[in-house]
Structures are given as structure tokens and as C-alpha cells.
């Protein structure tokens, strides 16, 4: 046997399975399990977006998410749009506080201020990852809501043969399959004012449809004018066919 050619096929083995391994950078990065389809309410063209969830998933965001992850494209105003009625939409602008102008000043929000983002998020954290604005998420992640609720729901030990980076955590859904963020969501993480069980799924779902929701506050609207120009339409098309059979009936 050729000596050399046989140390140079062993070597190209070693470099494939290196390249293989669950262990190397090389082939986790840009690497995620795919994300189970599920069924949303807001799907398709006929649907719609459950207020009671997203209102749900309203109180995750503002109990848990909102400690890192900005919405500056979402103003307080804008709640009512989920259920809210004024007095309630106020309280919670209210409840937040915005900078008043002057350096170091702040005020009570109102509805017409977008909601503040945290300082982490501001990039005024040394040293931390900057978490990404959740205005619009859910309609610029690839993924979608799917890949947010694998995301959210994802976390676990890595399998054998895997070690973390630091300060890094293992998510088989996220880029790479690992991913700064701690596991955000557990059992109880919120106490739902609807009496709802906050189990782990239950919040995951919730606030995955608040995002879709503020992603496209106005896609149940649109989507039912929709429906009017379509029956319009239709109801159009049969009154111009009996027309023209009704024109035409005497040529033949």
C-alpha cells in the first residue's frame, strides 16, 4: 500500500468527521433543528387573533420580556387595540415612565408614547448581548411564531458530546443551537389575571401571539375587509352575467 496516499485518505476522514461532529463550531454554526409547524388562530386567510391570549401574552411581555426586550415601534395607545378600553390602556401607560425632555427628567407615560426601551436593550450594559427589539418579530424572524414558541420552549441539556460556550445556553431551535439568553419562561413564570394555568406551553403560546399581534395589529381588519371586496365582488360578477344573458337573450 501506498504509505502516503494512505496517511492522506486518513486525514481527509479525520477533517470530514471533525467538520460532522455535534462537537465542532464548524458544523453547529448556522445550525438549528427545524421548528414543528403549529396551528395559530391567526393562520390562513380566514383567521383571527385570539384577544384573551394575546392580552395573556400581553402580561408575559410586561412581567417577564420586558426586563431586556424593547418595543419602541408600539405605543401604549395602540393596547387598546387588543381589548383594552381607555381607562385601562391609560393605566398601564401610566404604570411605565418615559423621559421628560430635559436630561435625567422623566414623566408617567401616556398613550401616545411609544413603550421605553431597557437599558440592556439601549446597549448601555457592558459587556451584555443586546436583545433584539420585539416590535416586529415575529414577522422578520425566520421562523415565524413557529420558530418563536421552539425557541421559547427549546432549552435543554445538550446531548452527550456537546459543551456550551460560556455564558451561552443550549437550545436545539436557536442559530448554532446555542444562544445567549437565559431560559425565559418556566412553570408560573406569571400569574394570569384570567385565572389561566401559566404552565410553560400555556406561555410560550401566549406570548408568541402577542407578538404576531403587534407584528400586525391590523391583520384581523384587513382581513375582513378583504372578505367584504371579495363577496362584493362575487355578488358583482353574478349581477353583470344575468345582465348580459338578460342583453343578449333576444340575438339568438
Not at 221 to 244: A, D, Q, S
Request: hydrophobic fraction near 40%; aromatic fraction near 8%.
Amino acid at each position: 500500500m501506498n504509505r502516503p496516499s494512505f496517511l492522506r485518505g486518513v486525514a481527509s476522514a479525520a477533517i470530514v468527521a471533525a467538520l460532522l461532529s455535534p462537537t465542532s463550531s464548524l458544523a453547529a454554526k448556522g445550525e438549528h433543528d427545524p421548528s414543528p409547524k403549529r396551528a395559530w388562530s391567526f393562520d390562513g386567510p380566514l383567521g383571527h387573533f385570539d384577544l384573551a391570549s394575546v392580552q395573556r401574552g400581553y402580561a408575559v411581555y410586561a412581567q417577564v420580556c420586558s426586563n431586556c426586550h424593547g418595543m419602541e415601534h408600539v405605543h401604549f395607545g395602540d393596547l387598546r387595540g387588543m381589548g383594552l378600553n381607555d381607562h385601562q390602556a391609560e393605566a398601564v401607560a401610566e404604570s411605565h415612565t418615559v423621559p421628560d425632555g430635559a436630561e435625567g427628567k422623566t414623566r408617567p407615560a401616556t398613550l401616545d408614547d411609544a413603550f421605553p426601551t431597557p437599558p440592556v436593550a439601549q446597549g448601555l450594559t457592558p459587556g451584555a448581548v443586546i436583545p433584539p427589539d420585539q416590535s416586529r418579530l415575529a414577522v422578520v424572524y425566520p421562523g415565524g411564531p413557529d420558530r418563536i414558541y421552539a425557541l421559547l420552549t427549546g432549552y435543554g441539556p445538550p446531548p452527550a458530546g456537546v459543551t456550551e460556550a460560556k455564558d451561552t445556553f443550549y437550545n436545539r431551535f436557536a442559530l448554532g443551537r446555542t444562544i445567549a439568553m437565559p431560559p425565559p419562561l418556566h412553570d408560573g413564570s406569571v400569574v394570569y389575571a384570567d385565572g389561566t394555568q401559566a404552565t410553560l406551553d400555556q406561555e410560550a403560546q401566549d406570548v408568541t401571539t402577542f407578538l404576531a399581534w403587534v407584528a400586525q395589529p391590523h391583520l384581523d381588519e384587513r382581513r375582513r375587509v378583504g372578505v367584504r371586496v371579495t363577496l362584493y365582488l362575487l355578488f358583482l360578477g353574478c349581477l353583470l352575467f344575468i345582465l348580459k344573458r338578460r342583453v343578449w337573450s333576444n340575438v339568438h
